[in-house]
């Protein structure tokens, strides 16, 4: 023991009991406490326990020991040296008093874990200072969140160095190994062991090896290994739903990464992919490589194959390329790059056909682009702002051919904006310089009139809202250059200039609100090509009068058994603008406003800047709450609003009529969310000149649990359209009385469950399906399978369908088509049953020894 002296007591025998030595070195049945040089002796009269952490002395609660065969010992190595001192017995240690320590922290760093002590117990312990410590029957070694366990264990001081023998067991972090030989440097974590059966904590993956060679902490190769996230059954012949097999398989923990060599994957004992190597995520950390494949079988394109791959070229860039062969057309080829700058930020994506053959050859390709960020911010100059938004395709019928490619591709309308913009550190100036370009891709069965570019638009706005008597006032001038093509246009081209100048006093207080406005708009063209009047340029001033008043009522309220603060909310909002000849002006950018709550305290009826309405009416409304007094969440809203107009408006669009009814149509809106479960909104324009209702949007939600939703809506818009819409994700076991376990977000409701998802919007008008998703998920635990049928119309008289069918192995891939997209993108509140995002990360206290 080189000097050191150990004193051990026998505490088999009785308190008076003569004293002994036990020469050091030697092994019996008794029970050592061993503390560390540095730490005090326990304090007889402290009984209270605590965690041990890198600035604390190791001190060892007392316990009540018992005579038994089975001894007990913890071993502390701080800086080398120990010493061991025997207690005498005491009253047993009262509940671990929980305190802050970096010890429970999920990582423990490299240079912290070094200054950790070592603890071993075993039935019998023997050993020599400083050099190497024996266990023998039951022997445990912990270190920080290292724990080996094992029949026989040496343990080596001076090389960090464990050798373990027979049921051999390692929990590092939560990732469990067991085996039957173990040689491991601890603090290193270098090593082997042999004939290891595995569990890796992250991803719940398991698997058996001939052999393991751990390189670091967060490294390690296994040799003919296999690999699955189906959890093990103690029943006999039982093997996994799917398997990976391997002849070598690299764990890399620090980039979350597994890469299999030799690697066939088998699902029920069938083969599915056979690869020379391939890589998977141990987590949904992004990382480069190829993606699984997608198939799927389109009405249009055919049969479908595309195969991403992944380029993670920085923390903050990435590139997926995703070329598709289609069986009727061709080979797409497609890319999308994207970045992310604390300024900025943007994405990219082109996708081009080199040759269709169900186009005569054509080459095919589009491109969205998207960028948003500042370009300069200073606290004395203000911040200068570039927003991009392009979209371009090569053809009028891309909308048609590839309706799934992107959502800002798939329209007939396609907006290529940007915009450069500047703002005043104190918030009061704004300018703007944009262009916008329209591409309008015609249907003959259904043509449209293309809207005007704006090439260019600049804009400035002023306001100030800290002048004298509470006053607030803004000045916005806005001119912009009009062109279209004259072949598809009936107005000529034109440069539109306007001055918008307004000032108004707010006042509010608890209970009301009163807002008088002024405002006086001047506008002036300039024309390429003289009017049916012979004019070329025309000018228009005039100004706007509004006044927006309203009252808050509260008083208690109990409705249903509840107690709720029930508001009621009176409205008034007078508008008057004298009438100026535009209906012979052409018309850019105007159009009306729909008809809603948002619109029906403004006061224009009209939306741009070229016709405004000429208007002496008053709107009144009212609006009624109830609330919940001690969330202050809206249990139900209830509101009416009308218009009462004093005289006949004339202003109107091209080939629009004069509104001479008195009284607009009554608009009635409800929300209900009495129950977090249910929720539902309508909005009711009511005509009370025919009596019947213009306009119905009637919508309703039911959402008991996580995987459990239905909603439904119901539009009407009198003499254009009248459709149902229905979605949902709803488990088909309920059927039956299997209402399985939530298990919470992104962690599905257990093994052997059926889902069934959709969204049907029917057109009533017509008598047929418009839009339709029909799928079944079955959720296996370890394995997930998905297929549905998608049919969308792509024009009046055609729709395009498609097969989606997926397998995915949780916790390593997913193969076939991309389902998960046209879920997410049509049935409202749809959950996946695995969600990474969602499901919070696995701690290594849950798989704690």
């Not at 999308?336 to 900025?344: K, Q, S, T």
Request: charged share 25%.
């Amino acid at each position: 023991m080189r000097g050191k002296r150990v004193r051990v007591r026998d505490r088999t025998r009785s308190r008076p009991a003569r004293r002994r030595r036990q020469a050091p070195g030697k092994t019996g049945d008794r029970s050592w406490i061993i503390h560390s040089t540095n730490a005090p002796a326990a304090d007889p009269r402290d009984s209270r326990p605590f965690l041990p952490t890198p600035l604390n002395p190791i001190r060892i609660a007392r316990r009540r020991f018992e005579p038994t065969p089975l001894a007990l010992a913890a071993l502390a190595l701080l800086h080398g040296t120990a010493h061991a001192q025997a207690e005498p017995p005491s009253q047993a240690s009262p509940g671990v008093l929980l305190q802050p320590t970096p010890q429970l922290r999920e990582q423990i760093p490299s240079v912290v874990r070094k200054q950790l002590p070592t603890f071993v117990q075993g039935d019998r312990i023997s050993g020599r200072t400083d050099l190497d410590t024996i266990v023998e029957g039951g022997a445990e070694l912990r270190k920080g969140d290292t724990v080996i366990r094992a029949d026989r264990l040496e343990y080596y001081q001076p090389d960090d160095l464990a050798r373990a023998r027979g049921n051999v067991h390692i929990n590092r972090a939560g990732n469990t190994f067991d085996g039957t030989l173990l040689e491991l440097k601890v603090d290193a974590f270098e090593g082997f062991f042999n004939e290891p059966r595995y569990r890796f904590l992250r991803n719940g993956a398991y698997g058996r090896a001939d052999r393991v060679d751990f390189i670091d902490d967060q490294r390690a190769v296994i040799r003919n290994a296999t690999y699955t996230t189906c959890r093990p059954e103690d029943l006999p012949g039982w093997t996994p739903d799917w398997i990976l097999r391997a002849s070598g398989i690299r764990i890399d923990q620090e980039e979350d990464v597994g890469t299999a060599t030799g690697a066939l994957l088998t699902f029920f004992s069938v083969p599915v992919l056979p690869v020379p190597a391939l890589t998977f995520p141990l987590s949904d950390k992004r990382k480069s490589g190829f993606l699984p494949p997608t198939i799927g079988i389109d009405s249009i394109n055919g049969l479908e194959y595309r195969q991403p791959y992944y380029w993670n070229i920085a923390p903050n860039r990435d590139l997926t390329l995703y070329p598709t062969l289609m069986s009727k057309r061709g080979m797409d080829l497609g890319a999308e790059f994207r970045y992310l700058e604390p300024g900025y930020a943007g994405t990219l994506r082109a996708n081009v056909m080199p040759d269709d053959q169900r186009r005569d050859g054509a080459t095919r390709w589009s491109y969205s682009y998207r960028h948003d960020g500042a370009l300069l911010s200073s606290a004395q100059y203000g911040g200068v702002g570039l927003n991009l938004n392009l979209n371009r395709v090569s053809d009028d019928n891309y909308w048609r051919d590839f309706s799934r490619n992107s959502a800002t591709l798939t329209q007939r309308l396609l907006g290529s904006d940007g915009a450069i913009s500047w703002g005043s550190p104190n918030g009061r100036w704004y300018s703007m310089a944009r262009a916008l370009k329209w591409q309008t891709l015609q249907d003959v069965t259904a043509p449209i009139v293309p809207p005007y570019d704006r090439m260019p638009q600049l804009m400035t706005r002023y306001t100030r809202e800290d002048l004298p008597v509470g006053l607030v006032a803004s000045v916005e001038a806005d001119t912009t250059r009009f062109q279209a093509d004259r072949a598809l246009t009936l107005q000529p081209n034109a440069q539109r200039s306007f001055v918008l100048g307004r000032i108004e006093r707010p006042w509010q207080a608890p209970g009301w609100f009163f807002t008088p406005r002024m405002q006086l708009h001047s506008t002036q063209y300039s024309f390429d090509e003289p009017l049916a009047g012979g004019q070329t340029t025309a000018t228009r001033t005039l100004p706007i009068y509004s006044l927006d008043g309203g009252l808050i009522f509260e008083r208690p309220a109990n409705f249903f058994g509840r107690s709720f603060v029930q508001t009621l909310e009176p409205r008034a909002f007078y508008v008057y603008t004298p009438f100026r000849e535009q209906n012979r002006l052409p018309n850019y950018d105007s159009g009306f406003n729909d008809f809603n709550f948002a619109t029906i305290y403004t006061e224009n009826a009209f939306g741009g800047n070229d016709r405004i309405a000429d208007n002496n009416l008053l709107t009144v409304g009212a609006t009624t709450r109830l609330i919940d007094p001690d969330s202050g969440a809206e249990a139900m809203r209830f509101a009416l609003a009308q218009r009462l107009r004093f005289k006949d408006q004339l202003v109107t669009l091209p080939g629009g009529q004069a509104i001479s009814e008195r009284l607009s149509d009554l608009l009635f809106g409800a929300g209900v969310s009495l129950s977090p479960r249910w929720t539902a909104e309508t909005t009711v324009q009511y005509n009370p000149k025919t009596s019947r209702s213009e306009r119905i949007t009637l919508g309703g939600r039911y959402n008991p649990s996580n995987y459990r939703v239905i909603s439904a809506a119901y539009r009407l818009q009198r003499g254009q359209s009248e459709q149902l819409d229905v979605g949902w994700q709803w488990p088909i076991n309920d059927l039956w009385g299997d209402r399985g376990q939530d298990l919470g977000p992104g962690r599905g409701q257990g093994p052997g469950r059926w889902y069934s998802v959709g969204r049907l919007n029917y057109s009533m008008k017509d008598r047929r399906l418009v839009d339709t998703i029909l799928g079944l998920e079955y959720d296996a635990c370890c394995w997930i399978g998905r297929i549905a049928l998608e049919r969308l119309q792509s024009s009046t008289v055609s729709a395009n369908t498609r097969i989606l069918f997926q397998l995915e192995f949780v916790g390593f891939s997913r193969l076939g088509s991309s389902v998960l997209q046209p879920l997410r993108q049509n049935i409202p509140r749809y959950q996946l049953l695995r969600d990474p995002g969602a499901a919070s990360e696995p701690s290594r206290f849950s798989n704690y020894d």
